[in-house]
């Protein structure tokens, strides 16, 4: 209940304060939403399994988006362009999925 | 990663690669990991407990913060694309619109150009000048002629899927333009222009994207290809390959391509041919046989000197 009403209030806040991303940061903007999209559905699950741990959630949450910034950064320095980002999406996407599908299970038994 | 699991059975363990332990178990074995932590040792109580709690709220709401950042970015990110979007296309319009302007002008300036040359020259000079200038296009003509039309079809359903609408010769193509012209010029023509552009000897039908260019302006359809000529033409021109090729793509594409006499037809005056390579030779007064004879007293632009034509038949 807590959680939820932390993410509400995020939000409200980023709504009412306004925030303007600086140029440089806006091509990570993107993964990062993915990043913290995954640490958020795998605490949901954990949540749900039993086995959510707090500091587990935030130590997720920050590598995430920071190795997942890591690895735009280094595809945009290598040249590869959005393809290592594209890994990064494939890989957290196939993780947010089944994590999902894990929540589907716990919530609706089927 | 995590171990193999306990249900494999022993002695053919393979190390799961990266990929099937990802599908096979999406949640970060570091939950699994707390949880048989603290089996072992009960979750820590009091402070760490407290502040661990609190930090994953600030966590949260970060996140929070960090999806309403980027929806807004999106957003944001939205209207700037459709108006530059918008901003091209008006940038094009009144770049199209200036250049007609201009060129009305031009055409303007250059009717008066031949009016004052008419004057400065004698009859038979000015008449013959007239005529060499409606020959080669640069002159405003009118007479008696046909009309070739030449329409797209009728755009068929779009693929449900794709979206494609563009499937099948259902389109009148630059090379019909191209060969159409060709034959009316065959049949005599002496002027021809397509949706009022004047064909010249350096005039140019091409295609770009999806669009024709008659002498780098577009033309869309329905293509009027208007030709003024002696009253056998209209029989020879129905008579030529194209005629025959258009009425043929006509019956199985669905485009329509219709011939008629005209009467009376006006077509306008070529815009002037840009000189790249060529240079006028000859002076203002232009002489009918050659003026390679008055090249020498005139201090006309020193070019080549090779060309014996009127300055009307120069291009």
């Known amino acids: 209940m807590i959680a939820v009403l932390a993410l509400l209030a995020g939000v409200v806040l980023g709504i009412y304060l306004d925030p303007t991303v600086p140029a440089a940061l806006q091509p990570y903007l993107p993964i990062a939403v993915v990043a913290a999209l995954d640490a958020v559905f795998g605490g949901v699950r954990a949540k749900l399994d039993r086995i959510f741990d707090d500091k587990q959630f935030v130590v997720s949450f920050i590598s995430n988006v920071l190795v997942a910034g890591l690895i735009v950064y280094l595809g945009d320095q290598l040249g ?15 993780r947010i999925f089944g994590n999902v599908a894990a929540i589907r299970r716990h919530l609706f038994r089927a | 990663m995590s171990a193999p699991e306990p249900g494999q059975r022993p002695g053919r363990v393979y190390a799961p690669d990266f990929l099937t332990e990802l599908f096979r178990n999406p949640l970060d074995p570091g939950y699994a990991d707390a949880a048989a932590r603290r089996e072992r040792s009960p979750a820590p109580q009091g402070w760490r407990g407290t502040s661990a709690r609190a930090v994953a ?3 949260l709401a970060a996140v929070g913060f960090l999806f309403a950042v980027a929806y807004r970015e999106t957003v944001a990110d939205e209207p700037s694309r459709s108006q530059a979007r918008a901003g091209l296309v008006a940038q094009i319009q009144q770049r199209e619109a200036e250049t007609d302007q201009l060129s009305v ?23 013959r000048l007239r005529n060499l200038e409606a020959g080669t296009g640069l002159g405003r003509v009118r007479g008696d002629g046909v009309v070739v039309r030449l329409t797209d079809a009728a755009p068929k359903d779009e693929d449900a899927v794709t979206g ?10 630059y090379s019909d333009l191209q060969k159409v012209a060709n034959d009316l010029w065959a049949s005599g023509a002496e002027a021809v222009a397509i949706n009022g552009q004047r064909l010249t000897a350096t005039s140019t039908i091409r295609s770009a994207g999806a669009a024709i260019l008659v002498d780098f302006r ?18 020879r021109f129905e008579e030529s390959r194209s005629a025959y090729l258009m009425r043929r793509v006509a019956k199985i594409a669905g485009l329509s391509f219709q ?37 020498s007293s005139s201090p006309g632009p020193t070019g080549s000197g090779t060309s014996s034509r009127p300055s009307g038949g120069v291009r």
């Open chain 1, 80 to 94: 590869v362009g959005g393809q290592l980002s594209t890994g990064v999406v494939v890989v957290l996407g196939v």
């Open chain 2, 57 to 59: 709220v600030v966590v």
């Open chain 2, 105 to 127: 002008r031009a055409d303007r300036l250059r009717e008066e150009v031949g009016r004052q040359r008419d004057a400065a020259l004698s009859g038979s000079q000015a008449a």
């Open chain 2, 164 to 173: 494609d609408s563009e499937v099948g010769p259902d389109k009148v193509l």
């Open chain 2, 218 to 235: 577009p033309v869309t359809s329905p293509y009027e290809v208007t030709a003024i000529g002696p009253g056998p033409m209209r029989d």
């Open chain 2, 259 to 295: 011939v008629r006499d005209a009467e009376d037809l006006t077509l306008p005056a070529a815009t002037e041919p840009r000189l790249r390579y060529a240079e006028p030779s000859v002076s203002p007064s232009p002489s009918p046989s050659g003026s390679g004879a008055d090249r």
